[in-house]
């Protein structure tokens, strides 16, 4: 379940809930990129990205204020991708 909510966030671009191992506490993350074995994201207060291996997420959800409903951001995402070619 965890990577199901790391995918969401790579793919909208939508910041998620975590649980990390090490620290034992929530961070917000933005995915950035997404492998087998790792996920590089962004945090809200770092503008470089950082790596972890997702063994060392414990627990994923929607992030405050966020419901899930992609198709409220359909039109958002659309116009953020003509506006970028």
Same mark, same amino acid.
């Given at each position: 379940? +965890?990577?199901?909510?790391?995918?969401?966030?790579?793919?909208?671009?939508?910041? +998620?809930? +975590?649980?990390?191992? =090490?620290?034992?506490?929530?961070?917000?993350?933005?995915?950035?990129?997404?492998?087998?074995?790792?996920?590089?994201?962004?945090?809200?207060?770092?503008?470089?990205?950082? +790596?972890?291996?997702?063994?060392?997420?414990?627990?994923?959800?929607?992030?405050?204020?966020?419901?899930?409903?992609?198709?409220?951001?359909?039109?958002?995402? =659309?116009?953020?991708?003509?506006?970028?070619?």
């Amino acid at each position: 379940m +965890v990577r199901r909510f790391l995918a969401y966030s790579l793919a909208h671009n939508r910041p +998620v809930k +975590v649980l990390l191992m =090490e620290e034992m506490k929530y961070k917000n993350i933005t995915v950035i990129d997404l492998s087998d074995d790792q996920v590089a994201y962004l945090t809200a207060g770092r503008k470089k990205p950082l +790596v972890l291996p997702i063994s060392q997420i414990l627990s994923a959800s929607y992030a405050r204020g966020d419901d899930g409903d992609t198709l409220k951001y359909a039109a958002m995402e =659309e116009k953020n991708e003509s506006d970028s070619e």
